[in-house]
C-alpha cells in the first residue's frame, strides 16, 4: 500500500553537456544526455534530476535543450535544478519540458521567488533543494548552506524546510553538506528530523555508495526517494540492481 | 484548418508539450497539437483534457479563455481524455478552494485527509501524494487494453475525485484507503495519474486512447 520508493538518479549538466567528474577534479563528457535518460530509464529510473553546473550564466540556456530533447523521448518526471534566479527561469524550464524545477540558493537570497513559481505553477512542480551540515556553533543542530555548500546561512535547516513547505515548496530535495562525495551514506538523522517535521516528500541526497544506503535512507531517515549520482554513473550499480535489492529488504519498488 | 485527431486543451495552466510529446512517440502519424481556439477542439476527433496546479485557477482560466463549453460538450460527444484536473473538474465541486467544477459528473473532489494518512505500521504518508502506485482495474476497458492490473503509473496531487456513483470508478489506488484512480463512462475515461509520465504502462494507456472506438 502507498507509493513505491523512488530512485533518481542524478546528471551534472555543464554547458550543455552531460559530464561526470574524475577523481572530484576533471570533468569529462559522460555521453549522450539522451542516450544516458534512456539508459536509466530502460534500468527502471523512476524519475531523472538533471543538474546544472554552469559556472557561468551565459551558458545556462544550454540546458534548456537538454531538456527538450529528453523529454521528447523519456517518458518519466524529470526535474532540473541549478543557477534558477527568477520565476522566469523556472517557466523556461518547465516550458522545455521540466515537470519539477529545483530552487536551491535563491530560495534562501530571495524565499518570494518560491512563493511566487509555487503559485504561478503549483507546488506539484517546486521542489526547494536544501544543503545542510552539521554546526556546533548554534542552538540547532544542522545549517542550512548555500553556494554549493561555502555560504553559511545561520538558518536552521528543519524550520526553513518548515517555512519552504509554508512558502508552497511541494518537495525536498535535501543534501547533507558533511555526507556528499563520501560514500558512507544520507545523513539519516538530518533527514528524519525533516521528514518528520513537514507533510510533503523529502528526497535524500548526498552521500551513497553502496546499496543498503538506499535502504537505510528510506527506514532510518523517513525518505520517499533517494537519488544518487556516481554508483550509478560509474556502472557499479545499476538502477535494477538498486531496486532489487531494495524489494529484498522489504520496501516498495516500481 | 485541417480537422485534429488529438486536441490537447490548453487553458494556460501548466506545460502541455509532455503529453503532446507522449502522443508524438506512440502515434507518430497522427495530427497532434495542443490548442486553446474552442473551434479547433469542437472539430477534433479527440480531445485530452490535461491540468496541473490549483483547480480554483484551472477552471477560472478554462473560462477566461471560453472553453468550458467546447469542453463539457467534448464529453457529450467524442472520445475524451482527461488526466490529473482534468479529472478533477468533470466533478460538480471541489474542496480546493471551495469552487464548482464542470459538473459533468456528480461527485466531490477532496483533499486527503490528515488524520488518515500513515500506513499500517503507523509510518507518515506524505501529501502531495507524489510517485508511482498500483492502479487496480476495477472494470474491463479498452484502455486498460495491454496494460496488466496493478501496473504502477506516476502520481502527483493533493485531492482526489469521490464519484457519487460507484460505476463510474473504472481503477482504484490504495494511499493509504482506496480511492479513485480513474473514471469510465461512454466516451469518456479520466485519470488521477499521469500517463504521459508513467512510461511504458502510461504510454500504452495513451496508444490506446488513439484506438478507442467508444
Known amino acids: 500500500m502507498g507509493c513505491a520508493k523512488r530512485i533518481i538518479p542524478c546528471l551534472d549538466v555543464t554547458d550543455g553537456r552531460v559530464v561526470k567528474g574524475v577523481n572530484f577534479l576533471e570533468l569529462r563528457d559522460a555521453g549522450d544526455p539522451v542516450e544516458i535518460a534512456q539508459r536509466y530509464n530502460d534500468q527502471g529510473a523512476d524519475e531523472l534530476t538533471f543538474l546544472d553546473i554552469t559556472a557561468s550564466s551565459d551558458n545556462r540556456d544550454l540546458i534548456l535543450h ?38 536551491n540558493t535563491t530560495a534562501v537570497l530571495n524565499p518570494q521567488v518560491v512563493e511566487d513559481a509555487a503559485s504561478r505553477f503549483g507546488s506539484q512542480c517546486i521542489v526547494v533543494a536544501i544543503d545542510a551540515k552539521k554546526v556546533d556553533n548554534q542552538p540547532f543542530e544542522w545549517e542550512v548552506f548555500t553556494h554549493g555548500g561555502r555560504n553559511a546561512t545561520g538558518l536552521d535547516a528543519v524550520k526553513w524546510a518548515q517555512k ?15 555526507r556528499d562525495g563520501t560514500k558512507i551514506g544520507f545523513n539519516n538523522p538530518l533527514n528524519k528530523a525533516i521528514s518528520d517535521a513537514v507533510d510533503v516528500p523529502l528526497i535524500a541526497s548526498g552521500g551513497v555508495g553502496n546499496l543498503q544506503h538506499l535502504v537505510d535512507g528510506v527506514t532510518l531517515g523517513g525518505a520517499d526517494a533517494v537519488l544518487a549520482a556516481s554508483i550509478f554513473h560509474y556502472g557499479e550499480f545499476t538502477v535494477q540492481q538498486a531496486k532489487d535489492y531494495m524489494r529484498e529488504h522489504g520496501l516498495e519498488v516500481r | 484548418m485541417s480537422r485534429l485527431q488529438v486536441a490537447i486543451v490548453d487553458y494556460g495552466m501548466g506545460n502541455l508539450r509532455s503529453v503532446a510529446n507522449a502522443f508524438k512517440a506512440v502515434a507518430p502519424s497522427i495530427s497532434v497539437a495542443v490548442t486553446s481556439d474552442p473551434e479547433q477542439i469542437a472539430q477534433a476527433e479527440r480531445v485530452v483534457f490535461p491540468g496541473q496546479g490549483a483547480m480554483p485557477d484551472c477552471i477560472r482560466e478554462l473560462d477566461a479563455r471560453h472553453l468550458r463549453q467546447a469542453v463539457v460538450d467534448a464529453t457529450q460527444q467524442k472520445p475524451f481524455l482527461g488526466i490529473c484536473i482534468g479529472l478533477q473538474m468533470l466533478f460538480e465541486h471541489s474542496e480546493e478552494g471551495d469552487v464548482p467544477g464542470l459538473g459533468v459528473y456528480r461527485g466531490e473532489v477532496k483533499r486527503f485527509p490528515a488524520d488518515k494518512m500513515h500506513d499500517e505500521q503507523g509510518a507518515k504518508l506524505k501529501v502531495p501524494h507524489m510517485g508511482w502506485s498500483q492502479v487496480h482495474q476495477t472494470q474491463a476497458h479498452p484502455l486498460w487494453s495491454e496494460i496488466p492490473d496493478l501496473a504502477r503509473f506516476y502520481y502527483v496531487h493533493s485531492y482526489y475525485v469521490a464519484p457519487e456513483e460507484a460505476a463510474l470508478t473504472a481503477a482504484t489506488t490504495a494511499y493509504p484507503f482506496d480511492y479513485t484512480g480513474a473514471i469510465a463512462r461512454d466516451n469518456v475515461f479520466a485519470v488521477q495519474f499521469h500517463p504521459e509520465k508513467s512510461a511504458n504502462a502510461g504510454l500504452q494507456l495513451l496508444r490506446n486512447f488513439v484506438n478507442w472506438k467508444p
Open chain 1, 164 to 178: 519552504m513547505v509554508s512558502l508552497g515548496a511541494g518537495e525536498l530535495l535535501v543534501t547533507s553538506m558533511d
Open chain 1, 66 to 103: 537538454i531538456i527538450e530533447r529528453v523529454a521528447e523521448q523519456i517518458f518519466i518526471p524529470l526535474t532540473v535544478g541549478g543557477g534558477v534566479r527568477k520565476v522566469e527561469d523556472v517557466r523556461r524550464l518547465l516550458n522545455a519540458g521540466a515537470d519539477k524545477v529545483s530552487i
